[in-house]
């Protein structure tokens, strides 16, 4: 008789183990019955942003397989507007509400993928009865956004609470469709997630795009009228708006799995091997946001929400499900965004990391240009590095520059994952042309200052 998988969340990590597993597995060997509460499976979260801004004009384009898909080519039963409410481990079974019936069902499973994603961050002041409040975790978010900014009266302010790199990317978003933004942040610059010597450039160019980035600032509340948000109160006084997007983050959707006594670690984030088997209970895996990893360079836990970690785990279970063998070796923490005309990467440590982590290191900032300065399009590219010390080897990284930045950071990537140091960075055999470099690629020009500090 086949086995029975039962997978709960129907975009990356999940429909990434599914398919996995049905290319090793026929139908008569495995069943696969996908659970998902919204309207849309295999989507892409990164590019609502981009949906929202009207540079990609419609949703379908953020859908890489639909239901059908899912169906005719790897005979997976997709369950949409289901949202499972409870799992019986004793039992077997997941218990399942249609929401556009109503109804309850029941279903037996062998194997349990747990693939719930994140759920952001909403303290009570965002709830709220109020129309025009708005989180961007989902395609359903993104739709009752866009239905927002087309409706009439159309808004024409708007207020992002939260300057990690989605309020980054929506304050941007919101610029581009014409509207007045602000950004609201506690701490003391947005992008937190890069040194505050480099997330200062970030500032510099959203309020070069017209964001009125206020930082510093807390939110302590929200006004209404008419059934309409009309304000953000805040300890600096009312930030009138007609519109706000919650970009405070996210953590691990785990309230299923915690109620079924499923292990969850420190970062809150289930607990999970190499394989992506959750640690002591058989049949049961997890990948994606909803899981916790290992930070390579901290050695430390970490829950690193990003598209291309659970992708790539919800491959690993699904090879794994599916007979196979195959691990997830960890992450270090590389990311990229872009503000307007800039473009940020990150990879490893931020320096309080690397103080948390207990290293002895040194950072270094090395300024330089994307191409041969003589060359048309040259543009200034910052580049930080942390190195340990004494030994040298390279802990964490990150690039601000204006074009053919961004992925620069993933040669930085290489060489952390792979334990260089930043001496052994300056004999780095990179490519060199003008249109592309200077003679010593920014890159180089960092390890080589970093070396430098080191010999001090
Ligand atoms: C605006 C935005 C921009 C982003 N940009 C980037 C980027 O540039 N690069 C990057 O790497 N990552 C990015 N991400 C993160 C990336 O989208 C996520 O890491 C990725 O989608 C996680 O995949 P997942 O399958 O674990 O979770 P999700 O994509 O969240 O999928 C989980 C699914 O489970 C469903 N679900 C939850 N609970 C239940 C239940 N009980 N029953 C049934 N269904 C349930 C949810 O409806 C959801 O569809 C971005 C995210 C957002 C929101």
């Known amino acids: 008789m086949a086995e029975r998988l039962i997978v709960i969340g129907g975009d990356a990590a999940g429909m990434a183990t599914a398919a996995q597993a049905r290319r090793r597995r026929d139908r008569q060997d495995l069943e696969i019955v996908a659970f998902e509460r919204g309207h849309f499976t295999s989507y892409s979260a990164c590019g609502i942003p981009y949906w929202i801004s009207g540079l990609v004009p419609e949703a379908e384009q953020l859908i890489a397989r639909d239901p059908a898909t899912h169906r005719e080519k790897y005979d997976i039963d997709v369950r949409l507007r289901h949202e499972v409410v409870a799992i019986d481990l004793d039992r077997r079974e997941v218990t399942a509400v249609d929401l556009e019936s109503g109804g309850e069902v029941r279903e037996p499973f062998d194997i349990l993928m747990y693939a719930t994603g994140a759920v952001p961050t909403k303290p009570d002041w965002a709830r709220t009865e109020a129309a025009g409040v708005f989180g961007v975790q989902t395609l359903d978010d993104g739709s009752a956004l866009r239905e927002w900014l087309d409706r009439d009266p159309q808004p024409r302010r708007a207020v992002v609470v939260g300057g990690g790199y989605i309020g980054v990317e929506m304050a941007e978003a919101l610029v581009r469709r014409g509207l007045s933004v ?38 302590t509340g929200l006004s209404e009228r008419d059934g309409r948000v ?9 930030i009138p708006t007609d519109l706000v997007v919650l970009g405070l983050g996210v953590r691990p959707n785990t309230a299923l799995a915690e109620a079924a006594g499923l292990p969850l670690g420190p970062t809150g984030g289930l607990r999970v091997d190499r394989r992506m088997r959750v640690l002591g209970v058989p049949g049961v895996w997890a990948a994606g946001d909803c899981v916790e990893t290992l930070h390579r360079v901290s050695g430390m836990p970490v829950h690193v929400p990003l598209g291309t970690h659970a992708n790539k785990q919800g491959r690993v279970a699904g090879i794994n499900i599916g007979g196979g063998y195959a691990t997830f070796a960890g992450v270090i923490g590389t990311a990229v965004t872009k503000v307007c005309d800039l473009e940020v990467g990150r990879t490893g440590l931020r320096e309080q990391d690397a103080q948390a982590a207990g290293f002895e290191f040194v950072s270094v900032i090395a300024e330089s240009t994307s191409r041969a300065g003589y060359y048309p399009g040259a543009r200034p590219m910052t580049v930080k590095l942390i190195a340990e010390r004494p030994s040298g080897r390279l802990l964490g990284a990150q690039i601000v520059g204006l074009s053919e930045a961004a992925k620069r950071i993933d040669t930085l990537a290489v060489a952390l994952w792979n334990r260089m140091t930043v001496d052994d960075m300056t004999a780095l055999d990179l490519g060199y042309a003008p249109p592309y470099a200077p003679v010593w690629d920014p890159v180089l020009v960092a390890a080589r200052k970093a070396v430098e500090a080191l010999a001090r």
Do not use: H, N
Not at 190 to 202: F, H, K, R
Not at 230 to 238: F, I, K, L, M, N
């Open 230 to 238: 009309a304000a953000v109160e805040t300890d600096a006084g009312p």
């Open 182 to 219: 602000t950004l609201v942040e506690r701490g003391e610059q947005p992008m937190s997630t890069v040194d505050p010597d480099m997330a200062g450039l970030v500032a510099d160019a959203m309020r070069g795009l017209g964001v009125d980035i206020r930082t510093g600032v807390q939110v």
